[in-house]
């Protein structure tokens, strides 16, 4: 089957019996899996191929020699191993067929498909950006339980993720994702070495859709003005007293005032902008520990050179400006 690309190996730069041919030799070997390529299963006469790399017949004879002695072609002038190291052509048409069918025998529904208006509501929850890495590139849906797990389309179950992100967590939750590769920033790919190991005398990770519902999980979704008033009238503390919270900032090695000070602008977007503010959840201490977790506000970085937290440029006009309004 003819096609407009083919598979070149790095190999070619190393192995010895094309390394040992003459850069010229090295070239029409290249051309000559150009030819198959573009010509399928047709078979190249000799007179053909001398006239494509426009050398003559006799010049063609001495090199075809070569190229069998090194076995890299047959009588026939076809490449050894084409075949198999060659794909048929460059659709997904196999790939998406075998998905579809792993999909339905796990029960699931062919085509994965979420409503648009369901995604553009995740998207504008998560800031339309990669819960993972904040990338704003490229973003699909993931799943937080996979469906492969038994995980729904529901609103709570959905995230934003890029493609990159959701291709490497699989068939992970978001906090089993983060619990192997650590804290993932856009100065921390999933790829690089996590920067939270495990020991066993560390905190148990705690779930943002885990842990159990405070009282406030149970009332109706509130802005997070009118669940602040709630909370007063309770006589509560804000999120001083929130257990989860405070154990991942422990685990992880955040310092506490930096958390103080990603309230404030968290509460300060969603009280002041008028898009935020419109935002309605049961139980906003689990959102804002999520936006600890994913760096929502972009307060702070991790430094692979010193292996700690750093302010951003964005945290230290944030600390800057709540200490003069101290």
Same mark, same amino acid.
């Given at each position: 089957m003819a096609n407009a690309w083919f598979r070149m190996y790095s190999e070619f730069?190393?192995?010895?019996?094309?390394?040992?041919?003459? @850069?010229?030799?090295?070239?029409?070997?290249?051309?000559?899996?150009?030819?198959?390529?573009?010509?399928? #299963?047709?078979?190249l006469q000799d007179e053909q191929v001398a006239f494509q790399l426009r050398i003559s017949n006799e010049e063609w004879a001495r090199t075809k020699a070569l190229f069998l002695s090194k076995n890299l072609i047959d009588e026939d002038n076809f490449p050894l191993a084409w075949d198999k190291r060659q794909f048929l052509s460059d659709s997904s048409y196999e790939r998406v067929k075998r998905?579809? =069918?792993?999909?339905?025998?796990?029960?699931?529904?062919?085509?994965?498909?979420?409503?648009?208006?369901?995604?553009? @509501?995740?998207?504008?929850?998560?800031?339309?950006?990669?819960v993972y890495c904040g990338s704003r590139d490229d973003l699909t849906i993931d799943h937080n339980l996979p469906q492969s797990r038994g995980?729904?389309?529901?609103?709570?179950?959905?995230?934003? =993720?890029?493609?990159?992100?959701? =291709?490497?967590?699989?068939?992970?939750?978001?906090?089993?994702?983060i619990e192997r590769n650590g804290l993932v920033t856009l100065q921390k790919r999933p790829h690089i070495q996590k920067q939270i190991q495990k020991t066993d005398t560390e905190v148990n990770p705690t779930s943002l859709r885990d842990d159990p519902p405070s009282d406030s999980a149970k009332s109706k979704s509130v802005t997070l003005s009118q669940?602040?008033?709630?909370?007063?009238?309770?006589?509560?503390?804000?999120?001083?007293?929130?257990?989860?919270?405070?154990?991942?900032?422990?685990?992880?090695?955040?310092? =506490?005032?930096?958390?103080?000070?990603?309230?404030?602008?968290?509460?300060?977007?969603?009280?002041?902008? @008028?898009?935020c503010k419109r935002k309605r959840y049961a139980d906003w201490r689990r959102?804002?520990?999520?936006?600890?977790?994913?760096?929502?506000?972009?307060?702070?970085?991790?430094? #692979?050179?010193?292996?700690?937290?750093?302010?951003?440029?964005v945290g230290v006009a944030a600390d800057l400006a709540t200490r003069e309004a101290a």
């Amino acid at each position: 089957m003819a096609n407009a690309w083919f598979r070149m190996y790095s190999e070619f730069a190393t192995d010895p019996k094309v390394q040992m041919m003459s @850069e010229a030799d090295q070239r029409r070997f290249i051309m000559v899996l150009c030819m198959r390529c573009s010509n399928g #299963d047709v078979t190249l006469q000799d007179e053909q191929v001398a006239f494509q790399l426009r050398i003559s017949n006799e010049e063609w004879a001495r090199t075809k020699a070569l190229f069998l002695s090194k076995n890299l072609i047959d009588e026939d002038n076809f490449p050894l191993a084409w075949d198999k190291r060659q794909f048929l052509s460059d659709s997904s048409y196999e790939r998406v067929k075998r998905h579809r =069918a792993k999909r339905v025998e796990s029960g699931l529904p062919q085509q994965n498909s979420i409503p648009k208006n369901l995604r553009k @509501e995740v998207f504008e929850r998560d800031e339309n950006a990669c819960v993972y890495c904040g990338s704003r590139d490229d973003l699909t849906i993931d799943h937080n339980l996979p469906q492969s797990r038994g995980g729904g389309d529901d609103f709570d179950n959905l995230l934003t =993720a890029c493609r990159a992100c959701n =291709a490497a967590k699989r068939d992970l939750t978001h906090d089993e994702y983060i619990e192997r590769n650590g804290l993932v920033t856009l100065q921390k790919r999933p790829h690089i070495q996590k920067q939270i190991q495990k020991t066993d005398t560390e905190v148990n990770p705690t779930s943002l859709r885990d842990d159990p519902p405070s009282d406030s999980a149970k009332s109706k979704s509130v802005t997070l003005s009118q669940w602040i008033v709630g909370v007063h009238e309770r006589g509560e503390r804000l999120m001083s007293d929130y257990e989860p919270l405070t154990a991942y900032a422990e685990k992880v090695g955040l310092p =506490a005032d930096w958390v103080e000070l990603a309230w404030l602008q968290f509460r300060d977007r969603y009280t002041t902008d @008028e898009k935020c503010k419109r935002k309605r959840y049961a139980d906003w201490r689990r959102v804002f520990k999520r936006a600890v977790e994913e760096n929502w506000m972009k307060i702070w970085f991790y430094s #692979d050179a010193d292996k700690q937290f750093r302010l951003t440029t964005v945290g230290v006009a944030a600390d800057l400006a709540t200490r003069e309004a101290a």
